[in-house]
């Protein structure tokens, strides 16, 4: 065998499960916050909220994600892809069941909106990124399946939704919705880094070592310092300055912004206007 043969991507085998960790990992996340308008009114009703500070709830959320989505994939990058995403499963369940139990609109803002966005970012950034590491003549195969569990999800998740306030209000939802979310950590269970990888990781993790006696006689402080160094490095953010690649995020924002904002506020509008409860959910996809 080749040593360009042993550098390419296996393009099948184990990928196929982690195309299945994908899947959950984007259904959970892109799934949940899609679908968080049938419980907008749930929000505002039960917190004697405003709009304005009910909406404040699902925009901190998507912040707090897509702003750390390259610090997380940085830090799984350094870390390790299998531990990151299985922390951000635990902080977004967390970020759920906690704010099942909140007793003012702003409980909400930290938990739903920081803890279960921070986990949303450790998660769907670092499974994309590896997933690409699986594959490459199917890459683009591998990442429509992954991305098919958010389409999916959208439209089955606000029924789900509707029926868990119906059938156990919204603290109990909220934790079962937690339950949901912690079918991340399962996912990120599923990858398995490829030999390659590690060879990889070894051998860039020997430049950073002069000798056993200098690794054995670093002081804690220069280990978190390098470590640091390390992190930083792996966030290149000089593709932003590529007007092709800015061009296209540029884009990728003015798409979700259309898509994701209406969603948010298309279930309360349908309420406004009287429509039956059993449609109402069907309106936010």
Not at 155 to 173: I, N, R, V
Request: some cysteine.
């Amino acid at each position: 065998m080749s040593t360009s043969n042993l550098h390419d991507p296996p393009d099948g085998g184990w990928g196929w499960m982690v195309v299945v960790g994908g899947f959950i990992v984007n259904g959970c996340a892109a799934g949940t916050f899609r679908s968080l308008g049938v419980l907008f009114l749930a929000f505002r009703q039960q917190f004697g909220a405003s709009s304005a500070e009910t909406a404040w709830v699902t925009s901190i959320m998507m912040c707090v994600m897509f702003l750390l989505a390259p610090f997380a994939t940085a830090l799984a990058s350094t870390i390790g892809s299998r531990p990151i995403i299985m922390l951000g499963g635990v902080l977004s369940a967390a970020g759920c069941i906690i704010g099942a139990f909140a007793s003012r609109v702003y409980h909400l803002y930290l938990a739903l909106g920081c803890l279960t966005g921070l986990g949303c970012a450790l998660t769907v950034s670092p499974m994309m990124a590896i997933l690409g590491q699986y594959f490459s003549r199917r890459r683009a195969v591998a990442n429509s399946l992954a991305l098919l569990g958010a389409s999916i999800t959208s439209m089955t998740l606000p029924l789900l939704f509707q029926y868990l306030l119906d059938e156990y209000g919204l603290k109990g939802a909220l934790l079962i919705l937690g339950g949901v979310m912690l079918q991340v950590i399962v996912a990120g269970a599923l990858i398995r880094p490829l030999e390659l990888h590690r060879n990889e990781t070894e051998a860039s993790s020997e430049k950073f070592q002069i000798n056993t006696d200098d690794a054995i006689m670093e002081t804690r402080s220069a280990a978190v310092v390098r470590f640091f160094r390390k992190l930083w490095a792996d966030m290149d953010f000089k593709l932003v300055k590529i007007r092709s690649v800015a061009l296209y995020l540029t884009s990728l924002f003015l798409l979700a912004f259309s898509l994701i904002v209406p969603s948010m506020y298309i279930v309360p509008r349908a309420r406004y206007l009287q429509l039956r409860t059993t449609r109402q959910p069907l309106c936010s996809r």
